[in-house]
């Protein structure tokens, strides 16, 4: 039966440490995206295989009909309906409070599971007990790879991106950021985890916390693996299935927003753990960042207009500076 549910927010320690009525709970926001949420709860039934799995579905408000379909299309699913838009930190910690897995995982609405990924990732995780959260090989929409998972955005890492030192040839030992020339096909310890497919084990919660609400949209991922690696444990990537992450859904809709929400939540993240220097210092950093992809980009426009949209984007970026500053 499904139930819906409001106005649940927190996580219980206890429900963390209590003992696992499941496998695995696998944990799916949802924000006007009926059909891609659709598509994914139906792989996910599709590829859980023997697992004992407790499917979460909180939805943000969304106006498309897409708690109306999971009633009816989905009703072993469980439902959390919010009356607006907590954000992505906020709603996973709302079906943290419920979770009765061995495992987590946090998978997004735009992703089809494939291949036996899921039962895969839990043996991985009970063979490696020193291993507390985990990530997949994800591929874009054409079956290319995504590139997930990364290092830490230290300052002199997003300096180094700014400058572009890391896409100079010779130099890849500088790409310890975003990692362009790691093909994500062998197994590798990772500073982040992609949210789009992370699982952990639930026995942490109780030890880190949840997500830190803080970070409405973006980074919120990446601060909660920096917690977990100073809490002693090793994140990996491991390549033991695949997902299909379509890399948009409600994303898309934000155009240069989508950046502008990006920046701040890294200079959220360095004023978090570096103080008010650091956040300084990564606003600046960002701000150069976008100021010169705006003039390149610009600059290019009268040599190609395919150009001129990438343009576009940079100078509406630069323009929303403001916003790039945490409130």
């Known amino acids: 039966m499904t139930r819906t549910l409001a106005g649940v927010s927190g996580m219980n320690a206890e429900l963390a440490d ?18 891609m949420t659709r598509d994914c709860l139906a792989s996910v039934a599709s590829q859980s295989g023997a697992l004992r799995v407790q499917t979460m579905v909180v939805d943000n408000n969304s106006q498309d009909g897409s708690v109306a379909m999971i009633e009816v299309e989905f009703p072993e699913v469980e439902l959390i309906v919010n009356s607006g ?41 009970q063979c ?5 959260a985990i990530g997949c090989q994800v ?12 290092g830490y955005p230290t300052l002199t890492r997003l300096l180094i991106m700014t400058l572009a030192l890391d896409r100079i040839p010779g130099l890849s030992k500088l790409d310890h950021y975003l990692m362009r020339r790691w093909r994500r096909e062998e197994e590798r310890e990772v500073e982040v ?25 973006f980074g919120e991922e990446t601060d909660w693996c920096r917690r977990i690696r100073e809490a002693g444990w090793r994140l990996v990537f491991v390549p033991v299935g695949r997902i299909v992450h379509h890399g948009g859904g409600s994303v898309k809709k934000l155009s240069y927003q989508r950046d502008v929400l990006l920046t701040a939540a890294t200079v959220r993240l360095h004023r978090k753990h570096g ?45 929303s500076s403001r916003a790039c500053w945490p409130k």
């Open 18 to 35: 209590a003992e696992a009525s499941y496998d695995l709970s696998i944990v799916i926001v949802s924000y006007n995206t009926r059909e």
């Open 85 to 125: 838009n907590r954000g992505f930190a906020a709603a996973n910690n709302q079906a943290f409070a419920r979770c009765q897995g061995q495992y987590i995982l946090l998978l997004n609405s735009d992703t089809i599971v494939l291949d036996d990924v899921l039962p895969a990732s839990v043996d991985y995780l």
């Open 128 to 132: 490696h007990p020193k291993v507390g």
């Open 139 to 150: 591929l874009n929409t054409d079956r290319t790879v995504q590139p997930t998972c990364s």
């Open 193 to 217: 985890i992609s949210g789009c497919y992370l699982m952990v084990r639930r026995a942490l919660l109780a030890e880190v916390g949840p997500l830190d609400e803080q970070f409405f949209f």
């Open 275 to 319: 103080g008010l220097g650091a956040a300084l210092a990564a606003y600046l950093i960002l701000f150069v960042f976008n100021c010169s992809r705006a003039v390149a980009w610009s600059a290019l426009g009268f040599f190609n207009t395919s150009a001129s949209g990438r343009a576009s984007h940079f100078i509406y970026v630069v323009r």
